[in-house]
């Protein structure tokens, strides 16, 4: 591929969820992106709304607020932005954002307007670059040079999806057959695309640095005694809460430290009568680090089904970037640090390993987590992915 070149990004998330410190690879993936030489400017399309309720977030997100730059064009129902300076990074004339609802509508009316985004950009058959597997039509019908997929969790088998599994079973056939390279998060999303030639193996990343140094002790932690069993992450169904339950109440002791956004469904409620577990509401990707880097044990208490055995979480990387020991159920993705993570089959067994880790944690051990975490950064995973794309022949 001769760089620079454009990309078309179809967003997982809206722009306004990472502005408030909300982040997922795709942020990760784009904010390294940006910085490469081979890239020239992107446009970043938000998340596409696929019903109303979700409709009327998204227009109170990017229409009636809006993500902060110069304006190019807008109208009731599209918005287009160039974003000099975010969370994503300092990028003068690089980067764009372009917010629509006409999805709700249809896919190919909001098409139109995509279209007309990329042509007063004045992009030249820019590479498509997906992460929803909602909406398609980009696949069949937007003129590009190269169709990338990057698959990031089996949307199939995910609560909020659970209206759309029909549809997502063709959408992903669909991708399969249209997308030119396929990256996926965990190696069994591939068995999804098991007869495309250029599926390929991406697992997540880490900024390392970031998480490294001392960092001032959080003020709704000091009250909280030690030790601290933390977890870092959307609290939603994918978390078990019958084993937080067992742990809790068998670890009166020790301190159950959740640190992130809980789902209606998960209620905090139920957890009243346990007093040795702590929910601290959502914090910052900015600030993360001086949570995360003052637990004694991150745990990754997650339920066993399809859908985390498509994940590859992001908190692994985060934990073992501060040194930290980790106790996980066996879901995808801990076999990458085999040696830097105690698996647990069932709640008794959980609850040893806690007590295991904490035990056999030492300075020397928390350096060794730290060496062994250090390669896997977002620098070389965006490495690996450019260098796949040049090579395919539709680049050049």
């Not at 975010?86 to 098409?111: M, P, Q, W």
Request: proline share 6%.
């Amino acid at each position: 591929m001769n760089p620079p070149y454009d990309i078309v990004m179809f967003n997982m998330s809206s722009f306004q969820e990472w502005e408030s410190g909300i982040v997922n690879r795709n942020f990760h993936v784009l904010r390294h992106m940006l910085n490469r030489p081979e890239v020239g400017r992107v446009l970043a399309v938000d998340y596409m709304p696929f019903n109303l309720k979700r409709g009327l977030k998204s227009y109170l997100e990017s229409q009636a607020f809006g993500v902060k730059g110069k304006t190019i064009y807008r109208d009731m129902t599209n918005r287009l932005v160039q974003v000099d300076e975010s969370r994503i990074g300092r990028h003068a004339g690089k980067l764009f954002v372009y917010s629509t609802v006409d999805t709700i509508v249809s896919e190919n009316f909001a098409l139109r307007g995509i279209r007309r985004a990329i042509k007063k950009l004045g992009f030249q058959r820019p590479v498509l670059w997906s992460y929803t597997p909602i909406f398609v039509e980009p696949f069949r019908n937007l003129d590009v040079r190269l169709r990338v997929f990057d698959a990031v969790d089996d949307w199939r088998n995910h609560s909020a999806y659970e209206k759309q599994r029909e549809k997502l079973e063709q959408n992903y056939k669909i991708i399969g057959r249209k997308a030119d390279v396929i990256f996926t998060v965990a190696e069994d999303l591939q068995l999804l695309f098991s007869e495309h030639g250029q599926a390929h193996w991406i697992p997540n990343g880490v900024d390392f640095d970031r998480w490294q140094g001392q960092f001032d002790f959080p003020d709704d932690m000091r009250s909280i005694p030690a030790p601290v069993v933390g977890y870092a992450g959307v609290i939603q169904d994918r978390v078990d809460v019958k084993l937080i339950h067992h742990l809790a109440e068998n670890n009166p002791e020790k301190s159950f430290v959740f640190v992130g956004m809980v789902w209606p469904e998960i209620s905090k409620g139920q957890f009243s009568n346990t007093k040795n577990v702590h929910f601290l509401g959502q914090k910052t990707y900015d600030d993360l680090p001086k949570y995360i880097s003052h637990f004694h044990v991150g745990i990754i208490p997650h339920k066993v089904d399809p859908f985390t055995q498509s994940m590859n979480p992001l908190k692994l990387y985060e934990y073992l970037a501060c040194g930290l020991p980790v106790v996980s159920t066996p879901v995808a993705g801990m076999e990458m640090f085999e040696d830097c993570v105690k698996i647990a089959t069932d709640p008794e067994y959980f609850s040893e390993q806690i007590d295991s880790a904490l035990d056999s944690d030492t300075p020397e051990q928390r350096l060794r987590r730290r060496r062994a975490v250090k390669p896997h950064s977002w620098d070389s995973r965006i490495e690996k992915m450019l260098e796949l794309i040049k090579q395919q022949p539709q680049s050049v």
